[in-house]
């Protein structure tokens, strides 16, 4: 397999359901790891990245069939069934359920909601406030759900691998989460996990590498003197 990410973006929740797998599953088989740059739309093998993911967003996961696996929740799903002795995902049905309702809620009401408008630099200031008014009930409501749990199921899950992903995020825009002491301290504790530890000592330094590199010009632009 295959996993193009960027660097700190939701694909770094595949990176961490990875290192999941690679620990507690003897089935796991290596992983190419290809970074993106989703501005200039290069991946660092030399693809042009559109022609992998026609909409040019992470992640994408390069399956062993040739096929290529687009969306968050997809990919994290089928890692977690890909090794199942990783135990990433419930066995039962309904667990099964639970875990789709957590990544379908931190995909569409904290990542799609709250967090990119956050994040985007050319958002006007009312879509910031929006988002930040949109945020309070969803933390609120979410700290309710998690309450004194370790996870957010019984065990550590892909939706756990997401949510930590997401509110990392945090830290780089208005929200605190220390309004949310139940959500901070989850975020603290899961990063002392050794799978999310490790991504993110991977992908830090390459996140501030990107951002103090001028931009790429995209595949095709004419670069004089190259």
């Given amino acids: 397999m295959k996993l193009y990410f960027s660097p700190m973006a939701c694909s ?29 739309q290069r991946a660092s093998d030399g693809a042009d990245y559109r022609s992998i993911h026609g909409l040019g967003l992470v992640p994408a996961l390069a399956l062993p069939s040739g096929e290529v696996l687009t969306e968050n929740a997809a990919v994290l799903q089928y890692i977690a069934e890909a090794f199942p002795r990783a135990r990433l995902i419930p066995s039962d049905p309904s667990g099964r359920a639970r875990v789709r309702q957590w990544l379908s809620f931190i995909g569409t009401e904290l990542h799609k909601s709250v967090y990119v408008p956050l994040l985007d630099r050319t958002a006007p200031e009312s879509v910031k406030a929006y988002a930040l008014a949109k945020a ?91």
């Fill in 12 to 40: 770094l929740s595949a990176r961490i359901a990875l290192h999941e797998a690679e620990a507690l599953d003897p089935s796991f088989q290596a992983v190419e790891f290809v970074e993106v740059d989703t501005r200039a």
């Fill in 136 to 226: 309070g009930p969803r933390f609120g409501w979410l700290a309710e759900q998690l309450g004194e749990r370790e996870f957010l199921l019984a065990d550590f899950s892909v939706a756990d691998a997401y949510l930590s992903t997401v509110l990392n995020w945090s830290s780089v825009t208005a929200l605190r989460l220390e309004r949310w002491p139940v959500l901070e301290a989850y975020l603290k504790r899961l990063q002392a996990r050794p799978s999310i530890a490790r991504a993110l000592g991977e992908e830090l330094g390459l996140y501030r590498a990107r951002r103090a590199a001028p931009p790429a010009p995209p595949l095709g632009t004419h670069v004089k003197g190259v």
